[in-house]
C-alpha cells in the first residue's frame, strides 16, 4: 500500500495519508486525520485521471478548515436545535457551534481527531478511534471503526460500525464534496442529479432545523425523482431555498427497510463520469456548498460556492429530538452499523 507523510498536527502528531486501488486504476487517498477520503481518482471518457472530491494538500489545512472536506463526521452529524439531547430522561447540553444550535457533534469532533489504523491492504483499510464518555457531551464510552475499500466494480465501500457503554446518539456520515468534472473544474450546476426520494424535510429558517414536517417534493425545486442540472431549480423564488442558500436539505429517501439500495445518481457530461450512491440509512442530505468562499486548497485550487455537492447519507437532522422520525439513539451495547457505497462509472 502507498503512503506519504501528511504533516504534523499542531499538537505534534504525525498523520500519513494512505491510498487503496483496485486494478482499474481507481485510487483513493484516505488520511488516518478525521479517518478522512483526501482525493478519488477515476479516468474520465477520454482517459483523463480526474481527482472528483475537494480537499487540501495535507493536514495542516484539514485542521484548519471547518467545512469539513472528506470527513467521518461524529457521533453526530448535521444538527440538534437547541443543541440539547436527552437521553434515558438526562437532558445533556451540546456545544452551540451553529447559531444556538449544535452542528456535527462539536467544533473538534471525532473528524478532528487522529484515528489509529486497525488493518489495511491494497483495496481497503479500517481506522478506529475511542471518544470517552462526555466528549463532545454526549455520554458513554464509544468505540468507532470505519472501512474504506475500493473494489473491482469501482466502488468506495465505507462501512461504520460503533459501540456505546451508555445510552448516546450515533449518526455518522462521510462529508466528502463531489465534483465529477474534476476537484478544481469550477460549479456543479451542469451536473444531473437523481434523489429516489418523493419526500424532503423542510427547515424551519435559515438556521435549518427541520420543522418536523416530510413534506412531497412534487411542484417544488426539490424533486430530484427525474434527473434534472443541479442548477435548474436552485435560484427559484422559493423560501426553502432561501433558507439554505441553496440546497441544504435531507430527503427522505424512498425504500423498504435497511437493505443497502441506490439513493442517488450524479452525471457530468464533460468527464462522462456517473457516480451512484448507495445506503442502507433513511436519509440523504443534499448541500451545494453554498457556504465556500475562496477556500485554499490542493494543487493550489481555490474553492467557490457551489464547486461540489454533497451527498451525506444519514438519520434525518434533529431526528434524536423529533418523534416523527426515526431516531439514532442506541442503548449501552447496542451497536450501530451502516453502509455506504459510492459507485463510479463511464456513460
Not at 467545512?67 to 463526521?73: N, Q, R
Not at 481497503?124 to 457531551?137: L, P, T
Not at 464510552?141 to 445510552?167: F, G, P, R, W
Not at 450546476?189 to 412531497?216: F, M, R, W
Amino acid at each position: 500500500m502507498e503512503q506519504i507523510n501528511f504533516g504534523k498536527t499542531k499538537e505534534g502528531q504525525e498523520v500519513m495519508n494512505y491510498f487503496i486501488t483496485n486494478s482499474k486504476g481507481v485510487k483513493v487517498g484516505v488520511t488516518d486525520y478525521g479517518a478522512t477520503v483526501t482525493s478519488i481518482l477515476i479516468t474520465d471518457k477520454n482517459g483523463n485521471q480526474r481527482d472528483v472530491v475537494l480537499g487540501y494538500d495535507n493536514v495542516e489545512g484539514y485542521q484548519r478548515g471547518n467545512s469539513y472536506f472528506g470527513a467521518t463526521v461524529g457521533r453526530n452529524c448535521n444538527r440538534i436545535a437547541n443543541a440539547e439531547v436527552t437521553l434515558d430522561g438526562i437532558v445533556y447540553k451540546l456545544e452551540k457551534n451553529d447559531n444556538e444550535n449544535n452542528l456535527h457533534s462539536a467544533s473538534h469532533g471525532i473528524d478532528k481527531k487522529v484515528w489509529s489504523v486497525l488493518s489495511r491492504e491494497e483495496n481497503k483499510i479500517v481506522f478506529s478511534c475511542v471518544s470517552k464518555d462526555m466528549e463532545q457531551d454526549f455520554p458513554g464510552n464509544m468505540q468507532a471503526q470505519v472501512l474504506y475499500e475500493v473494489t473491482e466494480e469501482n466502488e468506495l465501500i465505507i462501512k461504520y460500525h460503533a459501540v456505546s457503554d451508555k445510552t448516546t446518539v450515533m449518526n455518522f456520515t462521510n462529508h466528502s464534496y463531489f465534483n465529477l468534472g474534476g476537484h478544481d473544474s469550477g460549479d456543479v450546476l451542469e451536473h444531473v442529479l437523481q434523489i429516489n426520494a418523493s419526500h424532503y424535510t423542510p427547515v424551519c429558517d435559515s438556521k435549518s432545523i427541520p420543522t418536523g414536517e416530510i413534506s412531497a417534493v412534487e411542484g417544488t425545486p426539490f424533486d430530484f425523482r427525474k434527473p434534472k442540472k443541479i442548477g435548474k431549480d436552485i435560484s427559484e423564488d422559493f423560501e426553502q431555498l432561501k433558507y439554505g442558500n441553496g440546497y441544504d436539505h435531507n430527503f427522505a429517501l424512498d425504500k423498504n427497510g435497511e437493505d443497502v439500495e441506490i439513493c442517488a445518481e450524479c452525471y457530468c457530461e464533460k468527464t462522462g463520469i456517473q457516480m451512484d450512491v448507495l445506503t442502507d440509512l433513511p436519509g440523504v442530505q443534499l448541500y451545494t456548498a453554498n457556504f465556500v468562499d475562496g477556500e485554499n486548497g490542493k494543487n493550489n485550487a481555490i474553492y467557490y460556492k457551489r464547486n461540489a455537492v454533497c451527498l451525506e447519507t444519514q438519520f434525518y437532522p434533529n431526528a434524536a429530538n423529533e418523534d416523527n422520525f426515526k431516531k439514532p439513539i442506541f442503548k449501552a451495547g447496542e451497536p450501530y452499523d451502516a453502509t455506504t457505497i459510492y459507485r463510479f462509472s463511464i456513460k
